[in-house]
């Protein structure tokens, strides 16, 4: 089966295996655990932040970080199909008691004179806004790179008003690969970045936060309420320290496989790419070959390739370090004879 439906779908190196049967392991509640010292390390080392937080996943870093900056009754401005307002749960609402002020962009980017609109006037009537969050790569963008000059151009209208800069960073090291840039290029104009490293760089688990030292001191405790106190957690960020450091440059090979798989399908009858592939998803337009996107998947399932339902009528396909060029020209080969 060749899996296309994310590269959450990416198993460890037998590297990554061999860290973790011999990392040095203690208890990081304590923070005593040496592994995970030494990748928290490493990772505020790459975002230019002073300190750096191994959590438990994407969503519980964006959400302690919304936590973090805010307070109830608050609100936060996001792009409208961002991660952080579509598919985490309404958690922002339910934990951090904030709500959220959705504005579409243009490939999942919002301008700065959009933000200085949305943010809230003092007025007894209206929420404070507490945070404004950016996306980088955007996933229902089709992995579209939002650069460090339109990150500035909002960055410098919320320094203006004293509003922080989230961002999530989930798949931020494709963004940097993708433009040949350092990731502090764009961490640069943000507050706070949360970085996924079970996604592209294929480690098991976790993500990171990071941001300057009294944030992830705070952050510290919202991640204990939220239920991520780790104990021995070396065991699983010593692949992670070894995915940063290994597996970041090898991202273009996923984002070259994307292309030629995006350039093959604009061939096939009936469908259509409907993005710019800029990193390691294509969307496709499946609506004129009398599919659904859920029939679709499931036809596609039915001949060894597994895709995700994006929308009624697009579907979602993401290159990783498990798919081989050779996959790619398979899952072509299996496109064509299902449309012809």
């Not at 390739?305 to 498990?322: C, L, M, Q, S, W």
Request: charged share 25%; hydrophobic share 40%; glycine share 8%.
């Amino acid at each position: 089966m060749i899996d296309l439906r994310s590269d959450t779908v990416t198993k460890p190196t037998e590297a990554m295996r061999q860290a973790m049967a011999s990392a040095e392991v203690g208890d990081d509640v304590y923070q005593e655990d040496p592994s995970v010292r030494a990748l928290e390390e490493r990772a505020a080392e790459l975002t230019g932040k002073e300190v750096a937080l191994f959590v438990t996943s994407g969503t519980q870093g964006n959400q302690v970080a919304v936590a973090t900056h805010c307070v109830p009754g608050q609100e936060i401005i996001l792009e409208a199909d961002a991660h952080l307002f579509l598919y985490e749960g309404g958690a922002a609402s339910a934990f951090a008691g904030v709500q959220t002020y959705a504005i579409k962009g243009t490939n999942g980017m919002f301008s700065a004179e959009q933000v200085r609109r949305a943010i809230r006037p003092e007025d007894d009537h209206d929420p404070e806004t507490g945070l404004i969050c950016l996306e980088n790569t955007h996933n229902r963008a089709g992995g579209a790179v939002i650069s460090p000059e339109q990150m500035k151009d909002v960055y410098d209208v919320a320094k203006a008003y004293n509003v922080p800069v989230h961002l999530d960073g989930a798949r931020l090291f494709h963004a940097a690969v993708a433009l040949g840039q350092p990731l502090s290029s764009f961490t640069q104009y943000t507050d706070t970045v949360q970085l996924c490293l079970s996604k592209g760089l294929g480690a098991p688990v976790g993500s990171i936060l990071a941001g300057d030292a009294s944030f992830i001191k705070r952050a510290r405790k919202w991640r204990k309420r939220l239920g991520g106190g780790w104990r021995q957690a070396g065991v699983l960020a010593a692949p992670a320290l070894l995915a940063l450091n290994t597996m970041v440059e090898r991202l273009a090979e996923d984002h070259e496989h994307a292309k030629i798989l995006a350039d093959g399908i604009h061939g096939l009858h009936g469908l259509t790419v409907i993005h710019k592939v800029e990193t390691n998803i294509i969307l496709v337009d499946v609506e004129k070959t009398g599919h659904t996107s859920d029939t679709f998947v499931e036809a596609l399932k039915e001949r060894g390739v597994r895709a995700v339902a994006f929308d009624p009528y697009i579907v979602r396909f993401v290159t990783h370090k498990d798919v081989s060029k050779d996959d790619v020209m398979q899952t072509l080969t299996v496109l064509s004879s299902l449309v012809s």
